[in-house]
């Protein structure tokens, strides 16, 4: 029996959607006193697909082989009072066949019975009186295929979520990493002199404790940055850039303590997305660190420069130093 269940899954996995699976097996609960022969030869009848019915009588007989066996899709009698189908799905719900696909039989009127079956999670409910043989069979066609859509969206949306998990996680690891890192490279003394221009850069730019309301209004103006930086890039942002850049340059903010408010700030980005997805800002915001970077290099290099060789006002020809001794004399 269980490589039968292992061959029909296999059909049904294979078959496209929208198509007839070439064979079904198929469960059928009746009451004690109507069997479903009639249904068996029904569907004998058809060849459009090879239905394998089995019968099950009453409820409690039906639930136990539902507990037992896998089957396709499950055929339910609505015979009032002796079988209640609608009992019958609150049962079989309950007991953990939320997966199963479910189409309910009965003599009353679709217009009557179908909006109870769906509320009581049926997949769908056929009046044989008014229905054929060939539609009862796309109906429990239709209802299987429902049944592995949601399945397959229930996984893909799991999938999706773990893969976000992991992208938050990684990208907390690597935020952790790189903090670790620059932490580590600070410079421990800043006292020594400078003998070269690498020197007076870093003289220049040594590594100071940022002031609170400094790094408070830092800190609020790159996060602004980086939230425009990831939705729009960076083709509409120079002059941001440029102006944030000053604003650091002149507050003496060196590149490990600008790179640490990056970190500070993208890390406080990565803990507010919930759910979504990690790797856009992670890689809008790798882009934005290295141009302002860049920046931040050329604005520290045009100052040192600037300080190394100050402008000297040129005079006019007989106002110099000599001229005036000349005169003098």
Known sequence: MAAVDGALDNQLSTTPWGLLPPRMRTLFVTGTHRTGGWLADAFAADSATEVL?????????????????????????HDEPELDSLELLDGLRAGGGEEQPVVVLGTLSEQEMSALCFEAGADAYVCINTT?????????SRAIERRRLMADNRRLQQAETHRR??????????????RAMLLGAVPESNDDKATN???????????????KSLAESLSERYRELLRTYVIMGSGNLAEEMRQLVELLASSQVTAHQAVLLHLD????MIQSLGHRSARHVMNRADMLI?????????????????????????LLPGFGQEA??????
């Open 53 to 77: 019915l089995e019968e099950s009588s009453g409820m409690a007989d039906g639930l136990a082989r539902l507990r037992e066996e896998s089957f396709d899709a499950v055929l339910i009698s």
């Open 132 to 140: 054929t043989v060939r539609s009862l069979i796309w109906t429990v």
């Open 165 to 178: 998990k992991l992208e938050h996680d990684e990208a907390t690891k690597l935020l952790a990493q790189q």
């Open 197 to 211: 221009d690498h020197s007076q850069l870093n003289s220049l730019a040594r590594t100071i404790p940022l002031h």
């Open 265 to 268: 700030v993208l890390d406080e």
């Open 290 to 314: 290295l141009e302002m970077m860049v920046c931040l290099v050329e604005g520290y290099r045009t100052r040192l420069w600037e300080q190394l060789h100050p402008p000297q006002q040129q």
């Open 324 to 329: 005036l001794d000349r005169r003098a004399a």
